[in-house]
């Protein structure tokens, strides 16, 4: 059973560039997840999809972000323009859904804004 | 909103001896899952075990056990017989609100000694 797949695993980009993080969740899966990962911040969740409708983005952190998933096997998560400050680690999860399912998480990808 | 706070920033650990590292929680809600993930110095998330609100026993997977309190709002995370391997951030994370995505705390560096 393959897991969450995102790619690319890393990502170095000039700022004012866009960036377009993928993610393949687990099939059978019907919520899927973006998470951010800073030393200062921790892990933070940007937003998630239940049944390919995004419910919650209250965590994007500006308009530069936007994330879709037009079908069940497909999410994006797109910056632009980029600044150094969105320099991280973003990861993909996916679930059956509900508050006790645990999330499977992609290996993430690595973001570097110079 | 849910809260899980981590007072452990990093411990070290002989190999061999029991680990438990501390986890403590804020909700209003009546149902919700406590889990817990390592992740090791290659970046992956690990989800390791689950506690839901409502279960009496604690919840155990091989080595690691949930030592969960409720009345104190307290879901300590104990390896049993720790290895070299067990060297990883791990972080503890909380359900519920209503949202299927978790909030986590900001972790414990765990460094096992030979």
């Known amino acids: 059973d393959a897991g969450v797949i995102q790619s690319p695993r890393h990502e170095v980009t000039e700022m004012g560039q866009e960036v377009t993080l993928r993610c393949k969740p687990i099939?059978?899966?019907?919520?899927l997840f973006w998470y951010r990962q800073t030393m200062m911040r921790g892990l933070e969740l940007l937003i998630y999809?239940?049944?390919?409708?995004?419910?919650?983005d209250s965590g994007m952190p500006e308009d530069r972000f936007s994330a879709k998933m037009p079908n069940a096997s497909f999410s994006t998560l797109k910056i632009q323009p980029s600044e150094p400050r969105d320099s991280a680690v973003y990861f993909c999860?996916?679930?059956?859904?509900?508050?006790?399912?645990?999330?499977?998480f992609g290996n993430g990808t690595r973001l570097t804004v110079t | 909103a849910q809260k899980i706070t981590q007072t452990q920033p990093g411990m070290f650990v002989q190999e061999k001896e029991a680990v438990t590292l501390d986890c403590t929680y804020d909700t209003s809600d009546q149902s919700y899952g406590l889990f817990w993930y390592k992740q090791p110095s290659s970046g992956e998330m690990i989800f390791l075990i689950y506690q839901g609100s409502y279960d009496e026993q604690n919840a155990t997977e091989g080595r690691y056990s949930l030592n969960f309190q409720k009345a104190r709002k307290s879901a300590n995370l104990v390896i049993s017989a720790s290895q070299l391997g067990d060297s990883a951030m791990y972080f503890c994370a909380t359900s519920g609100g209503g949202a299927d995505g978790l909030t986590f705390g900001k972790g414990t560096h765990l460094i096992i000694q030979p």
């Open positions: 099939s059978g899966h019907n919520s």
């Open positions: 999860a996916s679930s059956t859904g509900g508050g006790h399912s645990p999330l499977h």
């Open positions: 999809f239940n049944n390919n409708v995004p419910i919650d």
